[in-house]
T-cell receptor, first 109, second 114 residues
């Protein structure tokens, strides 16, 4: 079966760095997405990786290793507003999105 | 600002009632999707549509139907609501380009079936 694994919850301190991991087992691969979802709000797009390596976008970076079925989202200089759930999703060979359950990130002052 | 709008943020219905969830997007997107989101589970695809009057079953279509009469509007219908359909329902849209497939989501409709 197809599977996306990510930690259920993580806690970090304001100003620090946090890495949220995502591992996947899917039938084929056509890209990996990270979305951010604040409580009670719509998920919003953060990043897309289709080739191996690191994609940097301001304080957020996303890394992909296709051979390992692994990605991480790196958040630097954490702010209180980064408290949210982070959803990992993979597009399989049929271009269908498979979603992880999300990682709830709690930022403490 | 691009927008996906869902008609109701919160609904409470009784078992057996018919429920309509409406979704409208203003981005002229070809693709529209209905997901449900439950604690501890990833988003699960109910139905999707790549064109007007076209619909495809997702992973969990049982108990649901959809309607896409106009490009901008995609409706989810629960013919006879049941308690196990209590959930957060998310509508999303995307352009037909397959390179990124970024989804734009509505704010969600939280349905409680009593």
């Amino acid at each position: 079966g197809q599977n996306i694994d990510q930690p259920t919850e993580m806690t970090a301190t304001e100003g620090a760095i946090v890495q949220i991991n995502c591992t996947y087992q899917t039938s084929g691969f056509n890209g990996l997405f990270w979305y951010q979802q604040h409580a009670g709000e719509a998920p919003t797009f953060l990043s897309y990786n289709v080739l191996d390596g690191l994609e940097e976008k301001g304080r957020f970076s996303s890394f992909l290793s296709r051979s390992k079925g692994y990605s991480y989202l790196l958040l630097k200089e954490l702010q209180m507003k980064d408290s949210a759930s982070y959803l990992c999703a993979v597009t399989d060979s049929n271009y269908q999105l498979i979603w992880g359950a999300g990682t709830k990130l709690i930022i403490k002052p | 600002d691009v927008k996906v709008t869902q008609s109701s943020r919160y609904l409470v219905k009784r078992t057996g009632e018919k429920v309509f969830l409406e979704c409208v997007q203003d981005m002229d997107h070809e693709n529209m999707f209905w997901y449900r989101q439950d604690p501890g589970l990833g988003l699960r695809l109910i139905y999707f549509s790549y064109d007007v009057k076209m619909k495809e079953k997702g992973d969990i279509p049982e108990g649901y139907s959809v309607s896409r009469e106009k490009k901008e509007r995609f409706s989810l219908i629960l013919e006879s609501a049941s308690t196990n359909q209590t959930s957060m329902y998310l509508c999303a849209s995307s352009s037909s380009a397959r390179d990124t497939g970024e989804l734009f989501f509505g704010e969600g409709s939280r349905l409680t079936v009593l």
